[in-house]
């Protein structure tokens, strides 16, 4: 009964390969997100969607690209992977009316 | 735009001491404030919010924080850390001036629990 799921949790690529990472939340939340956390810990907002409506869209390269195929599903797909794309990337949901977010349990990304 | 500052990127405390991690806000409008932990190759779980009721708020695991308005703080408190408190904690913020809900996160305070 995981409220918010990551798939996967790691992920070895090389540069210049594309690659996807899945999110799912059965909180019947309304509000997906993802985070980037880097290798100095620090979290940074990427993209957010409201009922598969992009809201938030940070300074993030063309590469990334969100998509949400319904409430509870928020993808991530990252084009011509770069050695600085490396780090943890986190999904969050929430509700519209409220602003607590609960995270997944992060996807692990080394580029190589 | 919003930021949060948390002061002491490690903190280190022995077993049953006091845990006191420092977070302080900029807004011009208070926000919604919140302490996120964050365990070895885990997520983020949420240990405490503040969304402008009580003042002093109570969170999971025995942790407690303080919203303070003149001194734009929010300072997470532990009476006696154990050793399973040592974590990485994050205080974070929502700017309720835009709606927009995207969390603005602190630099995070690791905190160690010696023996």
């Known amino acids: 009964d995981t409220a918010v799921s990551q798939t996967p949790k790691y992920l070895v690529t090389q540069m210049g390969n594309d690659k996807s990472i899945k999110c799912e939340q059965n909180?019947?939340?309304?509000?997906m997100y993802w985070y980037k956390q880097d290798s100095k810990k620090f979290l940074k907002i990427m993209f957010s969607y409201n009922n598969k409506e992009l809201i938030i869209n940070e300074t993030v390269p063309n590469r990334f690209s969100p998509k949400s195929p319904d409430k509870a599903h928020l993808n991530l797909h990252i084009n011509s992977l770069e050695l600085g794309d490396s780090a943890v990337y986190f999904c969050a949901s929430s509700l519209t009316d409220t602003y607590e977010q609960y995270f997944g349990p992060g996807t692990r990304l080394t580029v190589t | 735009a919003q930021s949060v500052t948390q002061l002491g990127s490690h903190v280190s405390v022995s077993e049953g001491a006091l845990v006191l991690l420092r977070c302080n806000y900029s807004s011009s409008v208070p926000p919604y404030l919140f302490w996120y932990v964050q365990y070895p190759n885990q997520g983020l779980q949420l240990l405490l919010k503040?969304?402008?009721?009580?003042?002093l708020v109570k969170g999971i695991n025995g942790f407690e924080a303080e919203f303070k308005k003149s001194e734009t703080s929010f300072h997470l408190t532990k009476p006696s850390a154990h050793m399973s408190d040592a974590a990485e904690y994050f205080c974070a913020v929502s700017d309720l001036r835009t709606g927009r809900r995207a969390l603005t996160f602190g630099s995070g305070t690791r905190l160690q629990v010696q023996p």
């Open positions: 503040y969304t402008s009721a009580a003042t």
């Open positions: 909180l019947g939340h309304d509000t």
